[in-house]
């Protein structure tokens, strides 16, 4: 059966290593201990403001030569050229903002390149009250739409995944937003995974079981290492989630 | 691109710090708030705090008044003295053991006792406490993450245990150094949700692995929302209430205990101080470890908290910190070695795979300092 | 020599990151006469089929995937380099593949209600069939998918291994010298980096 994946998340400032809280960068750190045996995934993702610099894109080459799980890549892609940049640095997906839902073109003329399955889009949401908000440019621009309404326009436009996000739970280790995340998921069939807020193995585990979730994605450089994957993964299993040895 | 404070010599790199436009750390900005604060109305809000204290105490029989996390030094004496000598409290002064114990801290601690205070002092278990050190010493360049575990949680621990719903900590950290202010209720009473996050980082349940069971991570597990909240423990910042000053809980611990040891070496190694941060033998290399990661040392640390106090010069700050921050923590070298089952050659290499690009660059097979202060 | 199909549709930087991890001297075919000199190919695949199989077509590389395969040169297809080696896929109307070996696919949609698409994440090969390319690696052991379309008619003769998704789905299957596998091997770690090693060895 289809196993639960646990997914490395790391965003790259100015090509170092930051772990971010409510998106911007807090803590930074060294490559060096990012395990890549355990994992199931790794996405980098370019926090810098001007993107596409040598720093991030040795950074990309660097993870392309030693990765061998799915390696998913982020941050600016705005149009064809750049989408082709990184698939061609040897990307297998690319994370693009849920700004382009405004942009059906693009994501029809990438999906017919590389296939629907190689873009993962990326929903970062704010909770408003009652209600969730989509925001984009790095959590500063408010989109003004419903985050069901978003995922399902891209779904039907063509999208593999869709990564949620919560700006308020980023880095604060107090565990996802499983409301949000439950009402995404129930309303959508399309795979998703999460972002925001991993702090202790529980939190994996309420998220596995309050959701059909595809995947949880941690940001905090504490899960890292293989000591820490194996011992996430060895509390899962032990929960009866499947996941990969 | 790094950048420094212009007010102290904090540079940018340090966690969770933040800069104003005029490129002045919160914790500069905080100091001069600091100045503006009536301290006598705070002084009040603590005589009115002290009096619901005794009152508590009186009403449920209890032995002790409050909790103050105690490692020896002068920052926490002077609290447990203050508390008990101005203000007729009774604290329990509970102390979670150093790594490598200093004899300094631990002469300071049985001098402290004379003048008349019960201590618990809790010592983990020694082969958990050294994989844990190792662990993080090696994936963190810290190998006081579980330590910092155990010293937050312990206090806590302690006060659900006896019933004591009043701790008293020192100063604020991430508004005194420079970092994260969740809120302004975060700088009276602790915050637990910037404990995880900031003090220690992660949560001990998390390090269980094929040595370490979740028992053997009992001292250093923060109790649950649901104990803290039946009991209703709050924890102060003593500095909410009274002006923080290292250098003047120093002179007041002296004043108070004239066998107050200082570094019997004299200086201490990374920084021009010899009274500061002194009863563990492995602390050096934390604050070596930092100036290799953030690229900030003891030397700066310290200077800066003078410069807040309007005690120092940027110019001689500067001074000190080019002179003393890369200093090699030499003081206990083999013992530390020892306590993290390392050699040197390993430890080399764990070194150098903590210095960011960012801050390092290697010129002739020399490590430098990517800027200068 | 080993030859790389590159037909410039998606990424096989990670099949040269993973054959170089493997100690393999390769060769990348581009158009139809870079295959002098190899006598094992590797067709990595991502995108839509439609596409993939018509570029391989301008390319005169699908006859020389038939005429490999008629001489019995090893043939390892990954993913949409699968998938074009059967008889016809349904992905964006009606295409027909090479008809090396004979099957059609369909969209996981169809498998069952609600199904999510695209199935991707890691997944268990159940063997039913032994085979070499699986040398050293567990029963059971899990690879990366990442696809929308399934294998639905087929011959089960050539069935190696399925792959539990909602229902059943065929992940692995052989014709003579011809591997195809589902999931990508160059993605899948240890295991995947085994999975060739053992078609470049021993098949």
Redesign the interface.
């Known amino acids: 059966m289809l196993k639960k994946r646990i997914i490395t998340v790391l965003t790259f400032l100015d090509g170092t290593l930051f772990r971010t809280k409510n998106f911007k960068a807090d803590y930074r750190y060294t490559k060096n201990f990012i395990d890549l045996v355990k994992v199931d995934e790794i996405v980098l993702i370019d926090i810098s403001e001007n993107k596409f610099q040598k720093s991030f894109l040795d950074i990309v080459d660097y993870y392309v030569k030693n990765c061998f799980v799915p390696l998913s890549i982020g941050g600016g892609i705005s149009d064809m050229d750049k989408a082709n940049l990184f698939f061609d640095k040897g990307a297998d997906k690319i994370v693009v903002s849920s700004i382009l839902y405004k942009n059906q073109k693009l994501l029809e003329r990438i999906s017919k390149k590389y296939g629907r399955q190689s873009i993962i889009v990326g929903l970062d949401c704010k909770k408003k009250i009652n209600d969730y908000s989509v925001i984009c440019k790095s959590g500063t621009s408010n989109i003004n739409k419903s985050p069901i309404e978003i995922a399902k326009k891209i779904y039907n436009i063509g999208c593999g995944e869709i990564l949620i996000n919560n700006i308020d739970n980023d880095g604060s280790l107090l565990g996802y937003d499983l409301e949000l995340i439950k009402k995404i998921s129930s309303n959508v069939n399309c795979p998703i995974i999460a972002l925001g807020g991993a702090g202790n193995w529980q939190h994996l585990l309420d998220l596995f079981n309050i959701s059909n979730i595809s995947g949880a994605c941690t940001q905090n450089i504490f899960h890292f290492t293989d000591e820490s994957i194996n011992s996430a993964k060895k509390f899962l299993q032990s929960h009866k989630i499947a996941i990969r040895e | ?1 790094i950048k420094f404070c212009s007010k102290c010599i904090m540079p940018n ?1 340090r ?2 710090i933040q800069f104003n436009k005029k490129q002045v750390c919160n914790a500069c900005s905080n100091s001069e708030k600091k100045s503006k604060i009536n301290w006598q109305n705070r002084k009040k809000e603590f005589s009115f705090l002290v009096d619901k204290i005794k009152e508590f105490s009186k009403k449920n029989s209890l032995e002790y008044d409050c909790i103050v996390p105690w490692s020896g030094g002068k920052d926490s004496s002077s609290i447990a003295l203050k508390l008990k000598l101005d203000y007729g409290l009774n604290p329990l002064l509970v102390t979670f053991s150093p790594l490598i114990m200093n004899v300094v801290g631990q002469d300071n601690r049985i001098e402290l006792q004379k003048i008349g205070f019960d201590n618990i002092f809790i010592s983990p278990n020694q082969k958990v406490a050294r994989l844990l050190a190792r ?1 993080f010493f090696i ?2 360049g810290n190998p006081k993450v579980a330590w910092d575990a155990g010293v937050n949680s312990s206090p806590m621990r302690v006060a659900i245990q006896y019933k004591i719903p009043y701790i008293f900590y020192a100063e604020h950290g991430e508004s005194e150094y420079g970092g ?1 202010v969740l809120n302004e209720e975060s700088l009276k009473k602790r915050d637990l ?1 910037e404990v ?2 900031h003090q220690i ?3 001990p ?5 094929k040595e370490i069971e979740k028992k053997d991570l009992y001292n250093y597990i923060y109790p649950s929302d649901k104990e803290i909240n039946q009991l209703g423990v709050t924890a102060y910042y003593y500095s909410y209430f009274f002006k923080w000053s290292m250098l003047e809980n120093y002179n007041y611990v002296k004043e108070k205990m004239p066998s107050f040891k200082e570094n019997i070496t004299g200086r201490t190694k990374g920084t021009f101080t010899d009274f500061d941060s002194l009863d563990d033998k492995i602390d050096c290399l934390y604050y070596y470890m930092q100036f290799i ?2 690229g900030f040392g003891r030397a700066t640390r310290d200077s800066c908290r003078m410069i807040q106090n309007n005690q120092m010069t940027r110019e001689k700050a500067i001074q000190l910190a080019r002179r003393y921050d890369n200093e090699f923590p030499i003081d206990n070298f083999k013992e530390v070695l020892d306590y993290l089952s390392l050699k040197d050659d390993q430890f080399e290499e764990i070194v150098d ?6 801050i390092w660059k290697q010129h002739k097979n020399r490590w430098e300092l990517n800027f200068k202060i | 020599m080993i030859g790389l199909v590159n037909i410039g549709i998606g990424n096989y930087n990670s099949l040269i990151s993973a054959l170089k991890k493997i100690n393999v001297t390769f060769k990348i075919c581009e158009v139809a006469n870079d295959f002098e000199n190899v006598d094992k190919i590797i067709i990595p695949g991502v995108g839509a089929f439609g596409e993939f199989i018509e570029k391989l077509k301008t390319r005169k590389i699908d006859k020389v995937i038939k005429d490999s395969f008629a001489k019995n040169i090893p043939i390892l297809g990954i993913c949409v380099g699968m998938q074009i080696m059967f008889s016809k896929s349904y992905e964006q109307g009606n295409h027909n593949g090479l008809d090396i070996i004979s099957g059609n696919f369909r969209s996981l949609n169809t498998l069952t209600k609600d199904i999510i698409v695209p199935h991707v994440g890691w997944n268990d090969c159940k063997i039913l069939k032994k085979t070499e390319l699986f040398y050293g690696i567990k029963n059971y052991s899990d690879f990366y998918f990442n696809h929308s379309y399934f294998l639905d008619k087929f011959e089960n003769q050539d069935l190696i291994a399925s792959t539990n998704y909602g229902k059943k789905i065929p992940s692995i299957l052989q014709k003579k010298k011809l591997y195809t596998v589902q999931f990508h091997p160059e993605k899948s770690q240890v295991n995947g980096l085994k999975l060739l090693k053992n078609f470049i060895e021993r098949c």
Do not use: T
């Open positions: 691109m790199s966690p969770r662990r994936e963190r994260l949700r995880i996050e980082g992660d949560y349940e998390n390090w269980i692995s990661k953030f795979k903590h210095r960011n690009n960012e």
